[in-house]
């Protein structure tokens, strides 16, 4: 599977309300792998994200497995195997674990035995009101609810945000086995968990894709990264988000 | 005694009618985001419609009352659904537009109905035993109001059950609190919005056949002066709390009564005054959710 493109993003541009914060942002997502975005605080990684969901107002060519799906409502891109991951995780407060759970359910035969392989904790927890959960609880609920279905691709922002060191860890080891499953899309701030995850790259500066290509390269290069990002490659955060 | 009681009653009725109008305004608000003000018109036009029908078929049965009522849902429903599919759909997002496009169509609905039925009321008769009284704690109570809270209970009973045990429902709830996620779940939300537009119109519309027999009469003005109140019950009650609108509705109107009784009737007054506080003091109405 590995080398297919699952994902093409060409010529995007981006903008919440009139100002422009996505700007010409081009690369391929690789099937059988992560890719991460990385990236400045304020870079424009999220906005990425969403303008390629139609989220936020974008323009620019956006494909999936070949097929233009930046004509499409952001409802009808997700059903067409796009799953979302959002940064702050957004879980329905008011609702139960179960009832978010219920609600993601797009498919005929839903993945639960997955999401209670990886997180035994939220089907004990099934009535449990999302809004009292953990930080970490709540990310796993909100990667969850974008496992329960057969997507082509997941999108995920900033899914170790504001987590410990050992939930940071147990997250990552999740995200491992679902790439098995399905490629990814990454956006994160934790460079640690980026080398880890990520097989290639996109940095994005100030609204634009500056570079793109295998992780393994950037991740040698300290005085890249240092330049681009801010930060030394043995460094954990310092990446901030859009 | 028997006045407190009669008061009361007289206030949970007329607390009943409130909230079949403000259940459907919550619940669009909080899921879409519209102030409708052509809700009073969908109260008013499935007012005048069972009133036709009813009268056709001779007013004064259980049987005229029941059709009366279902004609009042199925009319609310439709029109609220025709609203929302044909002019609000295109204007979400744009507030503005959304109040000029449905006070137009309150204006305008009103000089409709005028022009069809006429600027006087039409009075409604019904079965016998609306009109007579029953003796509570010493007090005549009019029989229509142990209909109006009833049915309007009943009302509440169905939509916290659709709500709380269907899809459908699961999606509105979600919806309420953040319809961006919902939509980047992969649900089509407008399909809920239609959906809730029509639950409101319907209940509208059954308030709107009550709203006839409480007052006696209907007429086009009677949806517009029953909006005003269900908007402050709206807004007392929570954005989105359909138990909020309930809870306000009830609040609103006995203190309406009461006041008009022992204060010289200034209970339009308290009932400003009371909304004043309430925004002042706990801006998100008394279930509304915080933020």
């Excluded at chain 2, 519209?34 to 049965?61: K, M, Q």
């Excluded at chain 2, 009284?133 to 109570?141: K, P, S």
């Excluded at chain 2, 209909?147 to 709500?163: D, E, N, Q, R, S």
């Excluded at chain 2, 609040?251 to 309406?256: D, N, S």
């Amino acid at each position: 599977m590995t080398g297919e493109v699952v994902l093409r993003v060409s010529g995007l541009s981006a903008r919440i309300g009139h100002q422009q914060v996505v700007e010409d942002v081009s690369f391929d997502v690789p099937a059988g792998e992560v890719t991460a975005i990385l990236g400045r605080n304020g870079a424009g990684k999220t906005s990425t994200i969403k303008g390629i969901l139609g989220l936020i107002g974008r323009s620019g060519i956006v494909e999936l497995e070949g097929e233009r799906i930046d004509t499409l409502a952001t409802d009808r891109i997700v059903r067409r195997g796009v799953g979302y991951v959002p940064e702050d995780r957004e879980v329905f407060a008011s609702l139960t674990v179960a009832e978010n759970l219920r609600l993601a359910e797009r498919d005929a035969s839903p993945r639960r035995e997955l999401v209670a392989e990886l997180f035994p904790e939220l089907i004990t927890r099934g009535a449990q009101r999302a809004g009292t959960l953990s930080g970490g609880q709540q990310q796993m609920l909100s990667l969850s609810r974008a496992l329960l279905n057969d997507n082509r691709i997941l999108l995920i922002d900033e899914p170790t945000k504001g987590l410990s060191p050992k939930l940071v860890a147990e997250v990552v080891a999740a995200l491992e086995v679902v790439a098995r499953v399905v490629p990814i899309l990454l956006v994160e701030q934790n460079l640690n968990a980026a080398r880890r995850l990520a097989a290639r790259l996109v940095v994005i500066e100030d609204g634009r894709s500056v570079l793109s290509g295998p992780a393994s390269e950037f991740f040698e290069d300290e005085e890249r990264l240092i330049r681009m990002l801010g930060v030394h490659g043995s460094g954990v955060g310092g990446v901030g988000t859009a | 005694m028997s006045t407190v009681a009669l008061l009361l009653i007289t206030g949970l009725g007329l607390g009943a009618l409130y909230f079949l109008v403000a259940s459907g305004l919550s619940l669009i608000y909080g899921l879409m985001g519209v102030l409708n003000f052509a809700h009073g018109s969908f109260l008013t036009i499935s007012a005048f419609l069972a009133w036709e029908v009813a009268r056709r078929i001779g007013a004064d049965s259980w049987g005229s009352l029941g059709l009366a009522l279902l004609v009042g849902a199925v009319v609310g429903g439709i029109v609220a659904a025709g609203t929302e599919l044909l002019l609000i759909r295109r204007l979400y997002e744009r507030h503005i537009e959304q109040v000029l496009v449905t006070v137009g169509l309150a204006l305008a609905s009103v000089a409709l109905f005028q022009g069809i039925w006429g600027t006087d009321p039409q009075y409604v008769t019904g079965p016998a035993w609306l009109a007579q009284t029953t003796d509570v704690l010493g007090a005549r109570i009019p029989n229509n109001r142990f209909l109006l809270i009833a049915v309007a209970a009943a009302v509440l009973l169905t939509l916290l059950l659709f709500l709380r045990y269907t899809r459908f429902g699961l999606v509105i709830r979600a919806g309420v609190e953040n319809r961006s996620m919902v939509t980047a779940l992969g649900i089509d939300v407008r399909r809920a919005f239609t959906l809730v537009f029509t639950i409101g119109g319907a209940a509208a519309g059954i308030g709107g056949v009550l709203a006839s027999h409480y007052f006696g009469y209907v007429s086009p003005e009677m949806g517009a002066s029953l909006l005003i109140f269900a908007f402050i019950v709206t807004v007392i009650g929570g954005l989105g709390s359909l138990a909020g609108a309930a809870l306000a509705a009830v609040f609103v109107a006995v203190i309406q009564q009461f006041a008009n009784f022992y204060l010289g009737g200034t209970g339009d007054i308290m009932v400003v005054l009371l909304l004043a506080v309430v925004l002042l003091v706990r801006p998100r109405g008394l279930l509304g959710r915080r933020g």
